[in-house]
DNA sequence: TTAATTGCAAATGGTTTGCTTTTGC
DNA sequence: GCAAAAGCAAACCATTTGCAATTAA
């Protein structure tokens, strides 16, 4: 929300296109349309989000093929999926902040980011002698006087 | 893993009972059993677990009884239930410390508990002016030297 | 060229639900 | 007695997959 001009975000497309093509996936009209609603999307789309977002652009796309094109950008490390609240899976690209605050009033899902997040895995991480591939922090709350 | 006499178990047990009876629920065989098997067990089993844990104490007990007890403690807050890797549910009582360390060789979960958590949690509740519900934090990782 | 991608429809698989019978309290 | 719980089988529903046709490189 901060640093995300216009032709900032046509860098960041045409960087994942070439990630993703460098990792063996063939860039397809469809690929691009959904690289590039991740890119836009700040929101933390579901699949079918993303489906629906792509359908405006592309009637032809198939929900089968929105999947198949964000698990192989996931199988690349392009893109990171984890389910917050909902049983559904939720894509965000994988540069982005993977720790949340999700919002049970309005379902908004706020990153988190804090050098703090970090140190505490790294401690964790010693007390118990593992090393840490991969973690997230998840919070769910209310603004005090947000909703009901 | 250390304060859990046999005597102690069976006062969790009881106390669950009478905590589920008071919030509405009856008290049958296979809630008892259902109860028990959580108490016993320390690896955040899923209900598939669950429901081959109890058949082998009652054999006539079906998967949909599982899952409706399992989300009746659930609704009263006496289980908790969450995905961690896999795309099953797991449970475990309440009072059990609510985050995770999977160990991604073995599938093992060890719970985690640090006071620094929760001061995280206020610290990142307070900047963004939220009222947190509920929060966990999930560390995947591995034993140097431990699998592969 | 030729292996990857696509749309469609069918399959998966964990979880839920409708219905009828049984049972806790 | 009566609302809650049980078993069974069917329904759900997000996600995956088989297949035949299309297409990127």
Avoid: W
């Avoid at 990171?80 to 939720?90: A, K, N, P």
């Amino acid at each position: 929300m901060a640093d995300t001009s216009e032709s900032e975000h046509g860098d960041r497309v045409r960087q994942l296109e070439a990630d993703a093509r460098r990792s063996g996936m063939r860039i397809t009209p469809h690929t691009t349309t959904i690289i590039q609603i991740l890119d836009e999307s700040t929101d933390h789309p579901t699949a079918e989000d993303i489906f629906e977002r792509a359908r405006e652009r592309d009637p032809s796309i198939s929900s089968a093929s929105v999947y198949r094109i964000l698990n192989k950008l996931e199988e690349s490390d392009l893109v990171r999926r984890q389910r917050l609240d909902s049983d559904r899976f939720r894509y965000e690209i994988a540069d982005e902040c993977r720790h949340h605050l999700v919002d049970l009033d309005t379902g908004q899902v706020i990153g988190i980011s804090d050098p703090e997040i970090d140190e505490l895995k790294d401690k964790i991480a010693k007390r118990h002698g593992y090393e840490i591939v991969d973690f997230r922090l998840e919070l769910f709350g209310r603004k005090p006087g947000g909703g009901n």
